[in-house]
């Protein structure tokens, strides 16, 4: 049996400490080389890198330079993406829409909270990043973060314990920043890998910036499962602009559970007709075009409470809401 044989089968009895079993057992050496030089060149994966990395790297070294005697290793760690059998996973569901101003942020907000009435433990990423209104909607105070350990960060908390991590908690109070590419693309991957998520955690919301840019492209790659929902108002003109979301969305890889159609009518309380200010019919055309389905319509209202973006139990749209949530549990 050749030296590196032997190496390899040393390496495969070390244990992966997030998962407490063997890199034999869960697959952890994706490949392991020998140069001219002798030097190893070795692709692990483990569950928890920014944890186990630094220890893993020492194990490794001192057995293949001391024990084995090469001169010297190169690693390149990757994410594992290994699941225990209790490993509780969260399931991911992006809001999208064509344009903003449609509702995405109010439906977001809303859903999380009848998903909450319905007894699940929610959690909501905001990564509409020029546009982000998820704190403001919860009235949560801008502040900074707190981090564990481990340096995760531990999401703002709603009083309806709704889990909120968002761009704004990065932000200087009422002061524009510029985000370029690199630093947001920095900023969304920490969103994605080190938040500390009550380890109960079901659903996580993810309201997306409008259209289809580099962020869903993000959310493709991190949440691979992720599924969306389409926001549109009922004009044919913003039906227009969601149908070409929806089709970036299954073009990325994306599937589609329903569309949302928001701001549908208003109800005149003098004439007690409904008053379609905004048009008819965006809602299903687009569901129809994407082969999807119209989930709800939601109509023009204010929650009761005027303090509050949060419709109450008591309110039409709150009733609609749970509705809604119902529907979206149905389709995960
Ligand atoms: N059904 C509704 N009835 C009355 N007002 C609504 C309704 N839906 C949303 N609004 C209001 O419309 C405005 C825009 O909503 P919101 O911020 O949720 O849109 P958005 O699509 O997320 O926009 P952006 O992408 O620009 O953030 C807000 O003031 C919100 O309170």
Same mark, same amino acid.
């Given at each position: 049996?050749? &030296?590196?044989?032997?190496?390899?089968?040393?390496?495969?009895?070390? %244990?992966?400490?997030?998962?407490?079993?063997?890199?034999?057992?869960?697959?952890?050496?994706?490949?392991?080389?020998?140069?001219?030089?002798?030097?190893?060149?070795?692709?692990?994966?483990?569950?928890?890198?920014?944890?186990?990395?630094?220890?893993?790297?020492?194990?490794?070294?001192?057995?293949?330079?001391?024990?084995?005697?090469?001169?010297?290793?190169?690693?390149?760690?990757?994410?594992?993406?290994?699941?225990?059998?209790?490993?509780?996973?969260?399931?991911?569901?992006?809001?999208?829409?064509?344009?903003? #101003?449609?509702?995405?942020?109010?439906?977001?907000?809303?859903?999380?909270?009848?998903?909450?009435?319905?007894?699940?433990?929610?959690?909501?990423?905001?990564?509409?990043?020029?546009?982000?209104?998820?704190?403001?909607?919860?009235?949560? =105070?801008?502040?900074?973060?707190?981090?564990?350990?481990?340096?995760?960060?531990?999401?703002?908390?709603?009083?309806?314990?709704?889990?909120?991590?968002?761009?704004?908690?990065?932000?200087?109070?009422?002061?524009?920043?510029?985000?370029?590419? =690199?630093?947001?693309?920095?900023?969304?991957?920490?969103?994605?890998?080190?938040?500390?998520?009550?380890?109960?955690?079901?659903?996580?919301?993810?309201?997306?910036?409008? #259209?289809?840019?580099?962020?869903?492209?993000?959310?493709?790659?991190?949440? =691979?499962?992720?599924?969306?929902?389409?926001?549109?108002?009922?004009?044919?003109?913003?039906?227009?602009?969601?149908?070409?979301?929806?089709?970036?969305?299954?073009?990325?890889?994306?599937?589609? %559970?329903?569309?949302?159609?928001?701001?549908?009518?208003?109800?005149?309380?003098?004439?007690?007709?409904?008053?379609?200010?905004? #048009?008819?019919?965006?809602?299903?055309?687009?569901?129809?075009?994407?082969?999807?389905?119209?989930?709800?319509?939601?109509?023009?209202?204010? =929650?009761?409470?005027?303090?509050?973006? %949060?419709?109450?139990?008591?309110?039409?749209?709150?009733?609609?809401?749970?509705?809604?949530? &119902?529907?979206?549990?149905?389709?995960?």
């Amino acid at each position: 049996m050749s &030296k590196l044989e032997q190496l390899k089968i040393e390496l495969n009895k070390l %244990i992966d400490p997030s998962l407490n079993k063997t890199f034999e057992e869960v697959g952890s050496i994706l490949s392991i080389k020998v140069d001219e030089e002798d030097v190893i060149d070795l692709e692990v994966q483990l569950k928890n890198r920014r944890k186990d990395e630094t220890n893993i790297k020492l194990e490794i070294a001192r057995l293949a330079k001391i024990k084995f005697d090469y001169p010297g290793i190169r690693i390149i760690f990757t994410d594992s993406n290994y699941k225990l059998d209790d490993e509780k996973s969260i399931t991911y569901l992006g809001i999208i829409s064509g344009k903003g #101003g449609v509702g995405k942020s109010s439906v977001t907000a809303n859903l999380a909270v009848a998903l909450k009435r319905l007894g699940y433990k929610v959690g909501v990423i905001d990564t509409d990043v020029y546009g982000s209104s998820i704190p403001s909607i919860f009235n949560l =105070p801008i502040e900074p973060l707190d981090t564990s350990e481990d340096d995760e960060l531990i999401p703002a908390r709603t009083l309806d314990d709704i889990q909120v991590i968002s761009p704004e908690f990065f932000m200087p109070l009422d002061q524009p920043l510029m985000w370029r590419g =690199p630093m947001l693309g920095k900023l969304i991957t920490h969103f994605f890998n080190n938040v500390l998520w009550d380890e109960d955690t079901q659903i996580v919301l993810i309201d997306l910036p409008p #259209g289809t840019g580099d962020i869903q492209l993000d959310v493709q790659t991190f949440v =691979p499962d992720a599924k969306m929902l389409l926001v549109t108002t009922p004009h044919p003109n913003a039906s227009h602009v969601a149908l070409k979301a929806g089709l970036g969305a299954y073009e990325i890889g994306h599937k589609i %559970i329903g569309v949302v159609e928001n701001m549908s009518y208003y109800y005149n309380e003098a004439n007690q007709k409904n008053e379609y200010l905004f #048009g008819q019919g965006g809602g299903e055309i687009t569901a129809s075009k994407l082969q999807s389905e119209l989930l709800i319509q939601i109509p023009i209202n204010q =929650p009761v409470d005027t303090s509050s973006y %949060i419709y109450s139990l008591n309110d039409m749209n709150g009733k609609l809401y749970f509705a809604l949530a &119902k529907k979206v549990l149905e389709k995960l």
